[in-house]
């Protein structure tokens, strides 16, 4: 198959940004293609500057051009200006590394990292030439791959995906190319519909089309394999260790403008402080830690290769990793890296450690610092279970402002469960507070606070929650807004209630809300994470179209006895643990990390023979957060951590 | 010491900006661990100074970089060699070379660039017409926008000169590159674009390529641009700012095609 660029190229001069489109980055590769090698298109399905620094991508990328049966380009979903030219001049999707046309490979394999994504991820199979809806394709077509988070419910794109990935992907990529490579060079043409049984054989591979959806009325009855022999529920996959995958090796360097552009070293997957809110925290456990001097090797390599002078040590949580402070220091102190490097640690933890971290790998270049409380009181975050103590906050902004920060960034959530006016205002006296305390160290302390609405995520234990509607996020955020107005050095920002709904509606929907998805793509709401994109009309007119409802997807309260859309997809957690972390939720009684205490068999580890890879046996230094915590006040002072879970307030 | 460089931006990597090229040599200077002098401050950056901005899309074989480096005896014969392999294949630095301490900017000096603008829309006959058309005219006043304002001037003496040419490389100078090898598959279709030959002035106000064409006519759209050389004008003989060795510039194009 040929390249496609003399008909791109003349459309670069009328497009914005043509440098989306070129490849040429270092770290890309020019894969030689040929019939016995299985060839993966892997598609972000959002403009390249949002994809291209995505890690899953640049791993998948290395792993499956490393094999011999195998290889692997990449594409992005082409701007709206790009696109409209596409279709005009019937320029179809293609790879930005060979610019061959996406319709030429055996996989199209797309990245879910946000539900807003998903009418992309339609545009991005039409653009390739490629029926929509998996029913409509033949054996001529590509398989349609997805993984990331999102496939954690992947009901919602159920009829446009042939095959969903659950889990790590590392090792089912080469499991998946085996046998579609058994597919492709059988003699006689083997139907679609038995290689994907066949896939469906491999474990963390979902194929929705072997399950069959039973409803009464509004309600799923259940959701049950067609053929003896799929299984009954689909088990995410877990790499034990993250050492013996030492991806990306050659992180792609773009050419042109990129977020997060840097050196990004994942030190640990997976993460323990057990945040009710947080799907990744959840669905990624248990935490692996890479060895320190492999991320100490993958750090200095990565410097010398690409030229960037910022290197961000990555996680969840990366100020938790066992040894954070002597890593930094060892890269910051590294002869070999020029004295020129500095180190960003994205989601600091909240407390005077990581401050004092912080201070060390910012000489360089000193930015505003952004801590996460998620919420204004204390009672909230027993609530959602992130254990920060007001000491534990006002102890990080004194640091930060001490050290010259003078711009600190506080992340909250509003919509939580329980959440009371006195909660949200809350937020507004935080933010005051730290204000005040910045004022001790400089006279123009600032802090913005950035509001949130929660979208209660599958697989965790506010899964059962309704989602507060537009009009009360707006009334909560209308009265931070009032609180804070007349408050010096206060600035707040708050997500768009709208697009909240909307999230909503794609993270916890079934199979039905698939044609909703499929009537706002074709009414061109394409980008529907970008602002100036965002389009509701088009989201109401498309639920009220199928008959269904906002309510009853998004704002209910649901029971636990229902089936819920994704019960057949496993992250490992048991339901009763989530039932439980969900009633001690109700009760404002927070868990402590497991990590450092006994387990209390949530399941992910136990299901599946796996333990936690962590280099130090107890917690890092810092304040409640990093020692444990005194659950009953939440105060600074480290106690013995001997109780089994849940341990109750006032225990 | 400070040095200049002239390096080349050839194929695909037409397609960045000058900003993009800006980061991509702060990063090449660093892979190739050359002592370049920060800036101070909260945010360091490298004191690095381009001439005069290549339109995105465009190519050039005579793009120039003044360096600081805090050394005083860097091997700037070698510099070519050490920092083309540091750089995206399509740039190539073709020659270094020592500066003053105190010479003029490259934004100051340089008065004109020359210009090989491949066409399409019109056939040479036509274009020869609009070609004599305008260079008869004594004023061409056009309105254009600079910095989101719309500016209305008289363009005409910055066409310094204006020609259809004849395909460059049997003129002996770098030309366009050779047509895109097989595996790039399909050819462009439609008629043979004409080479379009402009030299034009880069102050008080510099005339683009771009402005170039809209003001010859509608209908005429750049297949490629290609800056050739950038003049600087002193004591009435024209030089530039590093001169190609004869065999650089085909070198270059090799490695990019």
Known sequence: MSSLWPRIEPLLAKVQKPARYIGCEDGAQQPVHSPGTVSWLLVYPDAYEVGLPNQGLQILYEILNERADALAERAYAPWVDMEALMRQRGVPLFSVDTHRPAGAFDMLAFNLSAELVYTNVLNCIDLAGVPVRGAHRDQTHPLVVA?????????????????????????????????????????????????????????????????????????????????????????????????????????????????????????????????????????????????????????????????????????????????????????????????????????????????????????????????????????????????????????????????????????????????????????????????????????????????????????????????????????????????TRRERGVALRWHDPEATLVEGLASRGDRRVGAVIEDVWRGGGTFQEWSERFDLGLWEQAVAARGLSFDWYVHRHREREEVLPWAHVSAGLHQDFLWHDWQDALAASGVEDCRWTPCYDCGACTGYGLEHVVASPVPPAGGSQGTGQDLSRGGAVPVELLHRRPLEAGV | MRVRLRFGKLGKLRWTSHRDLARMWERALRRARLPVVYTGGFSPRPKLSFGLALPTGAESTCEYLDVELDQPDVDVEGLPGLLTPALPAGVDVLVAGGLEERAPSLQQEVTSCQWELEVTGWGPPELERAVGTVLQRSSLTVTRERKGHAVTDDIRPAILHLAVGVPSAAAGEPGPPPAPPAEEGEATPGPAPVLLRAELATQPRGLRPAELLCALGPGLEEVRVRRTHQWIERDGARWEPLPLGATDAPRALERVS
């Not at chain 1, 004295?339 to 407390?351: A, E, I």
């Open chain 1, 147 to 483: 993984g990331g988070h999102c496939t954690f419910n992947p009901e919602p794109l159920a009829d446009f995906v042939d095959l969903f990935v659950i889990g790590d992907g590392e090792e089912v990529a080469g499991e998946i190319t085996q046998v579609v490579g058994q597919w492709r060079s059988s003699p006689r043409p083997m139907p679609r519909q038995a290689v994907l049984r066949e896939l469906a054989h491999v474990a963390g591979v979902y194929v929705p089309s072997m399950y069959e959806v039973a409803y009464d009325g509004p309600r799923i009855v259940s959701v049950a394999p067609r053929y003896p022999d799929v299984p009954e529920r689909v088990e995410k996959r877990t790499i034990a260790d993250l050492a013996s995958w030492p991806y990306p090796k050659r992180q792609l360097v773009p050419l042109t403008e990129v977020v997060h552009d840097r050196l990004n070293v994942e030190i640990f997957r997976g993460c323990t402080r057990g945040c009710r809110f947080c799907q990744a925290g959840m669905i990624t456990r248990p935490v692996r830690e890479r060895p320190a001097e492999q991320v100490r090797r993958l750090v200095r390599e990565g410097l010398d290769r690409t030229g960037y002078d910022e290197v961000s040590l990555t996680s969840l949580s990366s100020a938790d990793y066992s040894g954070i402070d002597e890593v930094v220091a060892g890269i910051i102190g590294d002869p070999e890296c020029s004295g020129q490097v500095s180190v960003s640690l994205p989601s600091l933890r909240v407390d005077a450690f990581t401050v004092g971290i912080a201070t060390e790998i910012q000489k360089v270049r000193r930015t505003g610092l952004t801590f996460a409380p998620e919420a204004g009181t204390w009672r909230m975050r027993q609530v959602i279970n992130k254990l920060i103590s007001e000491e534990d906050l006002y102890g990080a902004v004194d640091g930060a402002f001490s050290q010259g920060w003078r711009r600190v960034k506080l992340y909250f959530l509003t919509g939580l469960p329980t959440e009371t006016d006195e909660d949200t205002l809350g937020i507004a006296e935080l933010a005051r507070q730290c204000v005040a305390v910045g004022r001790r160290h400089t006279r123009d302390a600032s802090v913005t606070a950035s509001v949130g609405g929660l979208v209660p995520k599958p697989q965790t234990p506010f899964q059962w929650f309704g989602q507060v509607p537009v009009a009360e996020m707006r009334r909560r955020i209308g009265l931070l807004r009032d609180a």
